[in-house]
């Protein structure tokens, strides 16, 4: 299935110049929502994955059924304030401004294989930013999977030495 069939392109938006890949047709079709959800699962399938952390607010759209498949942990990774005490964070930079993520304390534990899973992939500043929280709190970082990447921002060199896999390049 080519999932590029149910990815809207929006000019110019969220402000001139940019061209925004728009996932939600391909969540409003079951099909094409599951095929992207199994495909992301069957590549860690086997894997030692213990939980899977999904980036706020659209990569939780992936990251629960993907848990659900691989029998893992979902853990959000949240905007500030959005979790209750006890939390910690990572403050990043994005390319119109400055970020923060953060997750529960005691999220995860020291060893915990751990897949960042997230929608898109641009320049790579909010998944490291995810990755560096998680071994923050001694949890290991598997990999990264998304299913769109925007090649030509160069976001894999943001995540190495990790493995990243993306369903659909641009």
């Known amino acids: 299935m080519d999932l590029k069939n149910w990815i809207r392109d929006v000019p110019d938006y969220p402000r001139p110049g940019i061209l925004f890949r728009d996932l939600t047709p391909l969540l409003a079709d079951p099909k094409a929502l599951k ?7 069957e590549t860690y399938a086997g894997k030692k994955i213990d939980a899977i952390a999904a980036i706020d607010a659209r990569g939780f759209w992936f990251g629960g ?6 029998d893992a942990a979902f853990v959000p990774l949240r905007k500030p304030g959005k979790l209750p005490p006890e939390t910690v964070g990572v403050d990043y930079d ?6 923060r993520l953060e997750v529960r304390s005691d999220a995860f534990k020291t060893g915990m294989n751990v897949l960042v899973v997230d929608d898109l992939l641009a320049t790579g ?7 560096k929280l998680i071994e923050q709190l001694g949890a290991s970082v598997e990999a990264f999977a998304f299913v769109v990447e925007l090649t030509f921002l160069n976001g894999r060199a943001a995540l190495e030495p990790h493995s990243v896999n993306a369903l659909i390049q641009y």
């Open 35 to 41: 095929f992207a959800v199994d495909s992301i699962s």
């Open 94 to 99: 994005l390319e119109y401004g400055s970020a």
């Open 125 to 131: 500043g909010t998944a490291a930013a995810a990755g």
């Open 65 to 70: 059924p993907v848990a659900l498949n691989l």
